[in-house]
RNA sequence: CGGGGUGUAGUAUAUCGGUAGUAUCCGUGUUUUGGGAACACGAGGGCCGGGUUCGAUUCCCGGCACCCCGACCA
């Protein structure tokens, strides 16, 4: 994509009403735009961040069985009678609205449901199951205080899978699957090293769940970390009680703050009841199924990125989730910086590598230098009279310092290698 | 939901009970081009409603919005 027809602008002086890290950043660089409190569009480079960040927790999924579909915004109160969650008295954060003809709707702020009455029609035998739906939406919460840029807002993009096995047995096994689908979800986007797989309070479905908690001082929740075992326990079940049944020993653990990245539950039978969600077994008996849920919102992701990965100059993306793997600057009017940049520009292209190109012409090259680090791509790529004259291109990573000039080939090769 | 704070050009801010200033951004022109270039000219502003006052952006009341702390958080 060429710069010049990017709409966005860098900002260079901070939003006044925003104080977090994440949205700073990301409103300066142009990813997303603030609406209203806890509501943020995603600009044409945060929806590649996006987009990268679904892909990679998709590829998991369909990794352990998942298999996508899209439920609705919209939602069937009577089918949430049925479980009691439609009662404002039960559920605080609901946003609710009328039809014309005088019914209430609800905009889902989670799927157990939808997936629970859509199911009931396509689960009879236990050749049947088990089956692993899951589903890409914006999920809405009316929060009494959103906070944190996109860490907590009353519209998000999550992605949740629901499970629905044959027992407890079954249901176990993919569970323990999920937990490897996560950890290899966190690791590909780049923030594994700090994101604990963390024991938290089941709720009302089961003891204990288990949270993806990613360390950093903009989280909501305080857990307890084992650096060598790599698990945390959340401060709200931190009890010697649990700390035994764990294993753990409260010497080993230290207090951190973390945010919750990813949340998986066993549901028992608490949905597959009152939707009576049964099945035959080989005997011909009526059995209920066994449902987990595993949830993990994409654009808290993003958010969580960001505020823990990022400089005094800007954000740095890891290169698998970066909305480009090359910034290539063009400086100077100079013609053969624009042959040059032009062909290679068309050569990245050609090659399927992603590049944007800072083709502005009447930028400078401080202004772009400053651009590039605020985005925050992975490779920067100068084209200049200078590097012509040294002999091709300068090439620096965001990570590092000093760039080095390269030949064209060696350029394309170094960009074409797979990190 | 309890507590605290803030609303002034697109953005960030200053001052002020009496013609609202600066930077940036935007437009035009000239000179520039390796770390947010320089100069000139130009365009653009007081959240909404009420009150006090000769006069309110400023003071008072109400509303709305936004931020922060806490509570809450499948």
């Given at each position: 994509m060429k710069q010049s027809q990017l709409f966005t602008k860098t900002k260079k002086e901070s939003p006044?009403?925003?104080?977090?890290?994440?949205?700073?950043?990301?409103?300066?660089a142009g990813f997303i735009n603030k609406e209203m409190a806890g509501v943020y569009s995603f600009l044409p480079l945060g929806l590649l961040v996006i987009n990268k960040i679904e892909n990679i927790i998709r590829e998991e999924m369909n990794n352990i069985g998942g298999i996508e579909m899209k439920t609705t915004v919209l939602q069937n109160k009577e089918v949430w009678e049925k479980s009691n969650r439609w009662d404002d008295e039960v559920v605080d954060i609901w946003f609710k609205t009328k039809l014309k003809n005088g019914g209430e709707?609800?905009?889902?702020?989670?799927?157990?449901?939808?997936?629970?009455?859509?199911?009931?029609?396509?689960?009879?035998?236990?050749?049947?199951?088990?089956?692993?739906?899951?589903?890409f939406k914006n999920i809405f919460r009316?929060?009494?205080?959103?906070?944190?840029?996109?860490?907590?807002?009353?519209?998000?993009?999550?992605?949740?899978?629901?499970?629905?096995?044959?027992?407890?047995?079954?249901?176990?096994?993919?569970?323990?699957?999920?937990?490897?689908?996560?950890?290899?979800?966190?690791?590909?986007?780049?923030?594994?090293?700090?994101?604990?797989?963390?024991?938290?309070?089941?709720?009302?479905?089961?003891?204990?769940?288990?949270?993806?908690?990613?360390?950093?001082?903009?989280?909501?929740?305080?857990?307890?970390?084992n650096e060598n075992k790599g698990i945390a326990i959340n401060k709200e079940v931190y009890t010697d009680e649990v700390l035994e049944s764990l294993g753990l020993k409260k010497e080993d653990l230290i207090e951190?703050?973390?945010?919750?990245?990813?949340?998986?539950?066993?549901?028992g039978t608490?949905?597959?009841?009152?939707?009576?969600?049964?099945?035959?077994?080989e005997k011909g008996e009526d059995k209920l199924v066994v449902m987990g849920s595993y949830g993990l919102g994409l654009t808290r992701l993003m958010g969580t990125i960001v505020e823990v990965l990022s400089d005094d100059k800007g954000i740095i993306w890891p290169e698998s989730v970066a909305p480009f793997k090359v910034h290539l600057l063009a400086l100077?009017?100079?013609?053969?910086?624009?042959?040059?940049?032009?062909?290679l520009y068309e050569e990245l292209n050609r090659k399927g590598i992603e590049v944007l190109f800072d083709d502005r012409i009447d930028t400078s090259a401080g202004e772009k230098f400053a651009?590039?680090?605020?985005?925050?791509?992975?490779?920067?790529?100068?084209?200049?009279?200078?590097?012509?004259?040294?002999?091709?291109?300068?090439?620096k990573k965001r990570t590092e310092a000093n760039g080095k000039i390269v030949s064209f080939d060696d350029l394309m090769k170094l960009l074409e290698t797979k990190n």
């Open positions: 006044a009403d925003e104080v977090s890290l994440n949205a700073e950043l990301l409103i300066k709707v609800g905009l889902s702020f989670t799927n157990e449901e939808a997936y629970s009455n859509i199911l009931k029609q396509y689960i009879s035998s236990y050749k049947d199951l088990p089956i692993y739906p899951y589903d009316n929060e009494t205080r959103s906070k944190s840029g996109i860490l907590r807002g009353r519209e998000f993009y999550w992605k949740a899978l629901y499970s629905f096995s044959k027992d407890e047995a079954e249901h176990d096994e993919f569970y323990e699957k999920s937990k490897l689908a996560y950890k290899n979800i966190f690791q590909k986007v780049g923030i594994g090293h700090l994101t604990y797989m963390t024991f938290a309070s089941g709720g009302s479905f089961s003891k204990f769940s288990h949270e993806f908690q990613t360390l950093t001082g903009a989280g909501e929740d305080t857990i307890y970390i951190k703050r973390a945010i919750e990245v990813g949340n998986i539950f066993s549901l608490k949905f597959s009841e009152p939707f009576d969600l049964k099945y035959k077994n100077g009017k100079d013609e053969n910086v624009k042959t040059e940049s032009d062909k651009d590039a680090d605020l985005i925050g791509i992975p490779y920067r790529v100068v084209v200049s009279k200078r590097s012509l004259a040294d002999g091709g291109f300068e090439v």
